[in-house]
């Protein structure tokens, strides 16, 4: 299944849990820390990782939600972890 990542950044604490987690899916703005998603559409692994994340966030500012089948989302084929 295809996942689609939100963040709400008027929620976002800026407590860093979700980049910590998932660095491959979150990074922190350098100014207030506050959340960016760098993985919008994912699947796999990658989509566990986002429940994960979501499920970790202090303030329930990130949301997953399935991909339509069709719509026209911009997928990402970034490799989960950048580093490796
Ligand atoms: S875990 Fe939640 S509150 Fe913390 S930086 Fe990520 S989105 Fe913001």
């Not at 350098?30 to 566990?48: C, F, H, P, Q, Y």
């Amino acid at each position: 299944m295809w996942l689609r990542i939100e963040a709400d950044t008027g929620r976002c604490a800026g407590a860093g849990m979700c980049a910590l987690v998932g660095p491959a899916l979150f990074d922190q703005t350098d100014d207030d820390g506050t959340v960016v998603i760098l993985r919008r559409v994912v699947s796999g692994e990658a989509a566990e990782l986002a429940v994960e994340c979501a499920g970790n966030c202090p303030t329930g500012a990130i949301s997953v939600r399935p991909v339509e089948e069709g719509s026209s989302a911009q997928v990402c084929h970034a490799p989960a972890d950048p580093g490796a």
